[in-house]
């Protein structure tokens, strides 16, 4: 049997098992899909078991993109603007890596672009790859994070890629919402919704990366004023759609990862209330 895992840390809540071993049992695959916990001092062996070819591939998670971006032979654009690889494929004993975080979330961005205004709260490596999946698609921004300096170090990373990028406190986040026309959330769920929600335009679009199986309180939020909605649970299944190309699998087999997820979950998985394939 074929074996895919996901590496990271704390992961026992991830649904990507659910995703591709529905996906393997739909297509007869001979694939079985599990999770990897492990710390620092195991990646060698986990790389080791990656290059000697008997894995199919690895996905990555936090905090071990940087890690997997590092020791990859081979990196796609998007591993080598963001630093940062979720998906690790071993190709005549040299690794190839990807970050279809970016790819899956620009699929979603391209349907509703281009954005005159955009607020970013966040300034890890989701909101990095989100602010890469915008290149092209959005004039301004405005990066919020809970660490100013964070948050400025990211805009100089950025700076030239946009007509402008700017950095600013967190305590400023909702005065600058009412005039963005897309509001991006990269930071984690608490009890409350991150920003006013009352206070964004009647045509603002919310991309939520944060999931859970059950929706947060930002989500519901934007939900009952019905504004167009990205949630967590879509991201998660862009990304993992984005990952059937470079594993060789037929697009049209996307539908078999939504099916599991959305079995798993209860839920839908869209893109601003449209199919995502």
């Known amino acids: 049997m074929t074996e895919m895992f996901l590496i990271g840390h704390e992961i026992s809540h991830s649904l990507s ?33 990656l290059i000697d070819g008997s894995v199919l591939a690895a996905n990555v998670t ?4 940087g890690w997997a971006a590092s020791v990859a032979h081979r990196r796609s654009y998007a591993v080598a603007s963001t630093g940062a690889a979720n ?8 690794i190839e890596a990807h970050n279809t975080d970016v790819i899956g979330a620009r699929a979603i961005l391209e349907t509703r672009a281009p954005f005159d205004t955009v607020v970013m709260l966040g300034a890890g490596g989701t909101a990095v790859a989100i602010l890469e999946a915008l290149t092209g698609l959005a004039s301004h921004v405005r ?11 990211i805009a100089g990373r950025f700076s030239g890629r946009f007509a402008t990028i700017e950095a600013s406190p967190w305590g ?3 005065g600058l ?6 509001v991006v959330t990269a930071v984690p769920a608490v009890d409350e919704a991150p920003i006013e929600v009352t206070r964004l335009g009647s045509h603002a679009l919310v991309y939520d990366a944060v999931y859970r199986h059950e929706p947060t309180a930002l989500q519901l939020a934007v939900a009952r004023r019905g504004l167009g ?13 984005a990952m059937l190309d470079p594993l060789g699998f037929d697009r049209s087999e996307g539908r078999f990862l939504l099916e599991g997820l959305e079995r798993a979950t209860k839920r839908t998985a869209t893109a601003w209330g449209a199919p995502l394939i």
């Open 17 to 49: 098992p659910a995703m591709w071993n529905h996906l393997a049992y739909a297509t007869g695959r001979d694939l079985q899909y599990g999770l990897r916990d492990v710390g620092a001092d195991e990646l060698d062996a986990v790389l080791a078991e």
């Open 62 to 65: 936090m905090p071990h993109k």
């Open 87 to 94: 998906l690790l494929i071993p190709v005549d004993g040299e």
């Open 143 to 153: 990066l919020v994070n809970r660490t100013f300096a964070k948050a400025e170090a």
């Open 172 to 174: 400023e986040r909702d």
């Open 177 to 182: 919402t009412p005039g963005a026309d897309l």
């Open 229 to 241: 909605l990205v949630d967590g649970l879509s991201h998660l299944a862009a990304q993992a759609i």
